[in-house]
């Protein structure tokens, strides 16, 4: 529930005696309509456009470190993942629902790639916290995020920033906002970064991990009437970044020395065993040196929306959203120089279309307000990657040294909603949700050979024979006569599926159907015994639903997809503001019943061993508290604090650790991972920030600040024994930013001297293994730079 808030109110704040803004008085659309956040009977951390821009919140990994409670990591791959309280979902398909939802306006940006450049030009951020499904639908058991863009003005105005860090880092916005007739407003807002890279390669003189982006916003107000309001948001943005490399741990041979194949013998000379583990420092990394990490990824979305108020108290609102996603990387996988798990080019497409319409009516006096609506979405994905291991042990053995993993999903999700407020009396408000959802996923998925890949030459007296070949060979010699003895092998060609289905024993492509419906719901009250004190209690449940994986799979068990989960969420807290407005103290503690967590985990192929899949955890249990507290003792001084604890822990799930062959095939081994926490869950998560503001002189003003953002450890997936456990740790931080420069009185200019985790803390966010490897994915290091930001 943390607050932070700048020195100027925005459109959505709540008026104000004076320039000051005292805590509590940021407007939030938590429940889809205008309330003040103290007034919110939920977990809402609310941060303003102007708290955004002070700590140059750029993105949600950037938002983690302000708000205690939400984690960011990313897969792999380079696409993010989001876990709010230690709800998350950690895969690497494009088309992988998240746990925590993002939308901008209220609009949908349905899957988390989605959402890398939205954070600039902004109003605000609300991060609610727990299930959102009766207001913002399916998959957000963990909460969402709602990005709120900075809107129109009726007088022009205008503003620019201008500013240079490390890496030679150059930043670049500006709006200009204004009516364009006495019906119509309008505001372009665009901004671009460009820098060098910040990782250094320590087998050689290289670096990586430049930023190019760019991003561009225009709105349009049109108001030709007192009761109808047309608004459309046009974004647009690329990003040329570099894909960030990981930092090898430690080497681990998948496949002993000694095994042989159609590729040739593992051996003790084999040039990987000598790959050099990354120094542990936060820029150091290596990468395959002739086909580095890359990114050209880019991003297009329509948003309209009318208003019509069909009688005082009554309004109709339509929300529409297309958007046309295109993705184009090139990632590091096993963080060495050799290529030994890179994937050398990861393609992919997004067209979502989603429809909402709602009446909202009460409120004016009256003592009820009430929603009811109906949601369409439509989302296609379109992804291939192409995976290359020549190096590494399986590349060695198997006979081909690389496949192409594709994945087409194609999502419908279908769902009405209620919402009600009921005021019993002027102390006590009952509130109930409910939404029915029906989702719908059609999937086409495979492993194939890569078109016009050559492979390369082998070791002498083996040949490299391709993914075809082999699996020619494998399948009707090692697996069918087990699983289907008697049954004609029809042979691999071209382009076709490898992976194999059990129940015909004939490979080939893998489609399939998954239709899912839940009803989400909430209860709650709200209790004011007395002027600027809130007691609530809430129960809510939500549902995410199921997935299908993206895998270089050997059999269709890999494709199975999980089921959707469920969460149920006991809640209650307070908020309380004193001293007229100037001290604020909120509180909450909750328990979620977590049910059948979707997770990416190993499953046990009859051929080769663990493999990447998805499972479902059948229980978890988290249960937490979260502490804010924020003050203002003296005019320009702002101080919070705020803390949030986690007890995330499986409760029951049986997991594969390794495996013993059965019949001639490898069957898994499974153990209790009961009282394991869960991933990206740390037990503690805190941020303590202070700004102060003060006079130089009648014409100039002075201020400084800082933000502490810390956590205690966590692990990046689930591990049963200690030593897996310290292997997969993600070490406890503590990140220092600092700020300080001059304003002038009217707020005209600023000059801001910043510097980010100024004490350059090593740090990860996650860690995983790449078949041969287990690294690391370093946080950035010490940044520092100038921006100069004028208005007019």
Same mark, same amino acid.
Not at 171 to 193: Q, W, Y
């Given at each position: 529930?943390?607050?932070?808030?700048?020195? #100027?109110?925005?459109?959505?704040?709540?008026?104000?005696?004076?320039?000051?803004?005292?805590?509590?008085?940021?407007?939030?659309?938590?429940?889809?309509?205008?309330?003040?956040?103290?007034?919110?009977?939920?977990?809402?951390?609310?941060?303003?456009?102007?708290?955004?821009?002070?700590?140059?919140?750029?993105?949600?990994?950037?938002?983690?470190?302000?708000?205690?409670?939400?984690?960011?990591?990313?897969?792999?791959?380079?696409?993010?993942?989001?876990?709010?309280?230690? &709800?998350?979902?950690?895969?690497?398909?494009?088309?992988?629902?998240?746990?925590?939802?993002?939308?901008?306006?209220?609009?949908?940006?349905?899957?988390?790639?989605?959402?890398?450049?939205?954070?600039?030009?902004?109003?605000?951020?609300?991060?609610?916290?727990?299930?959102?499904?009766?207001?913002?639908?399916?998959?957000?058991?963990?909460?969402?995020?709602?990005?709120?863009?900075?809107?129109?003005?009726?007088?022009?105005?205008?503003?620019?920033?201008?500013?240079?860090?490390?890496?030679?880092?150059?930043?670049?916005?500006?709006?200009?906002?204004?009516?364009?007739?006495?019906?119509?407003?309008?505001?372009?807002?665009?901004?671009?970064?460009?820098?060098?890279?910040?990782?250094?390669?320590?087998?050689?003189?290289?670096?990586?991990?430049?930023?190019?982006?760019?991003?561009?916003?225009? %709105?349009?107000?049109?108001?030709?009437?007192?009761? %109808? #309001?047309?608004?459309?948001?046009?974004?647009?943005?690329?990003?040329?970044?570099?894909?960030?490399?990981?930092?090898?741990?430690?080497?681990?041979?998948?496949?002993?020395?000694?095994?042989?194949?159609?590729?040739?013998?593992?051996?003790?000379?084999?040039?990987?065993?000598?790959?050099?583990?990354?120094?542990?420092?936060?820029?150091?990394?290596?990468?395959?040196?002739?086909?580095?990490?890359?990114?050209?990824?880019?991003?297009?979305?329509?948003?309209?929306?009318?208003?019509?108020?069909?009688?005082?108290?009554?309004?109709?609102?339509? $929300?529409?959203?297309?958007?046309?996603?295109?993705?184009?990387?090139?990632?590091?996988?096993?963080?060495?120089?050799?290529?030994?798990?890179? +994937?050398?080019?990861?393609?992919?497409?997004?067209?979502?279309?989603?429809?909402?319409?709602?009446?909202?009516?009460?409120?004016?006096?009256?003592?009820?307000?009430?929603?009811?609506?109906?949601?369409?979405?439509?989302?296609?994905?379109?992804?291939?990657?192409?995976?290359?291991?020549?190096?590494?042990?399986?590349?060695?053995?198997?006979?081909?040294?690389?496949?192409?993993?594709?994945?087409?999903?194609?999502?419908?999700?279908?769902?009405?909603?209620?919402?009600?407020?009921?005021?019993?009396?002027?102390?006590?408000?009952?509130?109930?949700?409910?939404?029915?959802?029906?989702?719908?996923?059609?999937?086409?998925?495979?492993?194939?050979?890569?078109?016009?890949?050559?492979?390369?030459?082998?070791?002498?007296?083996?040949?490299?024979?391709?993914?075809?070949?082999?699996?020619?060979?494998?399948?009707?010699? %090692?697996?069918?006569?087990?699983?289907?003895?008697?049954?004609?092998?029809?042979?691999?060609?071209?382009?076709?599926? +490898?992976?194999?289905?059990?129940?015909?024993?004939?490979?080939?492509?893998?489609?399939?159907?998954?239709?899912?419906?839940?009803?989400?719901?909430?209860?709650?009250?709200?209790?004011?015994?007395?002027?600027?004190?809130?007691?609530?209690?809430?129960?809510?449940?939500?549902?995410?639903?199921?997935?299908?994986?993206?895998?270089?799979?050997?059999?269709?068990?890999?494709?199975? *997809?999980?089921?959707?989960?469920? $969460?149920?969420?006991?809640?209650?807290?307070?908020?309380?503001?004193?001293?007229?407005?100037?001290?604020?103290?909120?509180?909450?503690?909750?328990?979620?019943?977590?049910?059948?967590?979707?997770?990416?985990?190993?499953?046990?192929?009859?051929?080769?061993? *663990?493999?990447?899949?998805?499972?479902?955890?059948?229980?978890?249990?988290?249960?937490?508290?979260?502490?804010?507290?924020?003050?203002?003792?003296?005019?320009?001084?702002?101080?919070?604090?705020?803390?949030?604890?986690?007890?995330?822990?499986?409760?029951?799930?049986?997991?594969?650790?390794?495996?013993? &062959?059965?019949?001639?095939?490898?069957?898994?081994?499974?153990?209790?991972?009961?009282? &394991?926490?869960?991933?990206?869950?740390?037990?503690?998560?805190?941020?303590?920030?202070?700004?102060?503001?003060?006079?130089?002189?009648?014409?100039?003003?002075?201020?400084?600040?800082?933000?502490?953002?810390?956590?205690?450890?966590?692990?990046?997936?689930?591990?049963?024994?200690?030593?897996?456990?310290?292997?997969?740790?993600?070490?406890?931080?503590? +990140?220092?930013?600092?700020?300080?420069?001059?304003?002038?009185?009217?707020?005209?200019?600023?000059?801001?001297?910043?510097?980010?985790?100024?004490?350059?803390?090593?740090?990860?966010?996650?860690?995983?293994?790449?078949?041969?490897?287990?690294?690391?994915?370093?946080?950035?290091?010490?940044?520092?730079?100038?921006?100069?930001?004028?208005?007019?």
């Amino acid at each position: 529930m943390l607050l932070l808030y700048g020195g #100027t109110a925005s459109a959505q704040e709540a008026p104000a005696a004076s320039s000051e803004i005292t805590a509590g008085e940021i407007v939030v659309t938590a429940n889809k309509r205008e309330q003040r956040l103290q007034d919110v009977g939920l977990t809402v951390t609310a941060l303003s456009g102007e708290t955004l821009a002070n700590k140059r919140i750029n993105n949600v990994a950037d938002l983690a470190m302000a708000v205690p409670g939400l984690n960011f990591s990313q897969s792999p791959e380079s696409k993010p993942v989001y876990t709010l309280r230690g &709800v998350g979902f950690y895969e690497l398909s494009l088309a992988a629902y998240p746990d925590v939802t993002t939308y901008i306006d209220q609009a949908p940006l349905p899957l988390p790639v989605l959402s890398a450049l939205t954070a600039f030009d902004l109003e605000r951020v609300e991060v609610l916290k727990g299930p959102q499904g009766t207001l913002f639908g399916n998959n957000a058991t963990g909460g969402a995020i709602n990005f709120v863009a900075a809107k129109p003005t009726d007088e022009f105005h205008a503003g620019l920033n201008l500013g240079y860090g490390r890496f030679n880092a150059i930043e670049a916005s500006g709006f200009v906002s204004g009516p364009i007739s006495d019906t119509l407003n309008a505001r372009l807002a665009v901004k671009t970064v460009q820098s060098d890279g910040w990782q250094k390669s320590y087998t050689r003189d290289a670096t990586n991990g430049k930023t190019d982006t760019l991003a561009g916003r225009l %709105l349009l107000d049109w108001k030709p009437t007192d009761r %109808l #309001t047309v608004s459309l948001n046009l974004n647009a943005w690329k990003d040329r970044s570099d894909t960030i490399a990981p930092q090898v741990q430690k080497i681990e041979l998948q496949n002993p020395v000694g095994t042989c194949g159609f590729g040739g013998c593992i051996g003790p000379d084999m040039p990987f065993l000598n790959a050099e583990l990354a120094p542990k420092k936060i820029r150091a990394a290596d990468w395959n040196p002739e086909l580095g990490p890359y990114q050209n990824n880019r991003f297009k979305q329509a948003i309209g929306r009318i208003d019509y108020q069909l009688a005082d108290t009554i309004t109709l609102t339509s $929300l529409s959203s297309y958007i046309d996603f295109k993705l184009d990387n090139r990632t590091e996988g096993g963080g060495t120089f050799y290529e030994d798990l890179d +994937i050398l080019q990861n393609k992919g497409s997004v067209k979502s279309f989603s429809q909402e319409l709602r009446l909202q009516g009460g409120g004016s006096g009256l003592p009820y307000r009430w929603v009811l609506g109906a949601n369409y979405e439509n989302t296609k994905t379109k992804e291939f990657f192409d995976t290359h291991y020549e190096d590494h042990s399986s590349g060695y053995q198997q006979g081909f040294t690389a496949a192409r993993s594709i994945s087409n999903q194609n999502m419908k999700n279908y769902a009405a909603f209620a919402n009600l407020e009921f005021d019993v009396t002027d102390h006590i408000t009952l509130k109930g949700g409910i939404r029915y959802t029906e989702a719908q996923r059609r999937v086409a998925l495979a492993t194939s050979q890569v078109p016009g890949d050559i492979e390369p030459p082998a070791q002498p007296g083996f040949e490299n024979v391709g993914i075809n070949y082999f699996f020619n060979y494998v399948w009707p010699t %090692l697996y069918v006569p087990v699983r289907c003895p008697g049954t004609t092998y029809i042979p691999i060609t071209g382009t076709n599926s +490898i992976s194999i289905d059990p129940a015909t024993c004939q490979a080939g492509l893998f489609t399939d159907k998954l239709t899912e419906r839940s009803t989400s719901w909430s209860i709650g009250a709200d209790f004011k015994p007395m002027p600027g004190l809130l007691l609530y209690a809430n129960v809510s449940k939500g549902y995410k639903a199921g997935s299908y994986p993206i895998a270089g799979a050997a059999t269709w068990d890999q494709y199975r *997809p999980v089921t959707q989960e469920s $969460l149920l969420d006991y809640e209650a807290g307070f908020k309380w503001t004193g001293a007229g407005g100037k001290v604020m103290l909120n509180g909450a503690a909750f328990y979620y019943d977590y049910q059948d967590k979707q997770l990416r985990a190993k499953i046990i192929d009859p051929i080769f061993g *663990p493999l990447d899949g998805l499972v479902n955890v059948p229980k978890s249990t988290i249960k937490g508290a979260e502490a804010e507290f924020s003050v203002r003792p003296v005019r320009g001084l702002n101080v919070s604090l705020a803390a949030t604890y986690l007890d995330a822990k499986v409760k029951r799930y049986e997991g594969v650790v390794g495996s013993r &062959v059965e019949d001639g095939l490898l069957v898994p081994i499974l153990a209790d991972f009961s009282g &394991v926490r869960l991933p990206f869950a740390p037990k503690w998560q805190m941020n303590a920030a202070f700004d102060y503001t003060f006079p130089v002189s009648d014409s100039l003003n002075a201020f400084f600040g800082a933000n502490l953002s810390a956590q205690t450890k966590t692990i990046g997936t689930l591990k049963l024994t200690e030593a897996e456990k310290e292997e997969y740790k993600i070490k406890g931080r503590a +990140i220092l930013d600092l700020n300080a420069g001059f304003t002038s009185a009217d707020e005209r200019w600023r000059l801001t001297f910043w510097g980010k985790n100024v004490t350059n803390k090593y740090y990860w966010i996650n860690v995983n293994q790449s078949y041969d490897t287990v690294v690391r994915y370093a946080g950035r290091p010490a940044e520092y730079g100038v921006t100069l930001g004028m208005k007019i």
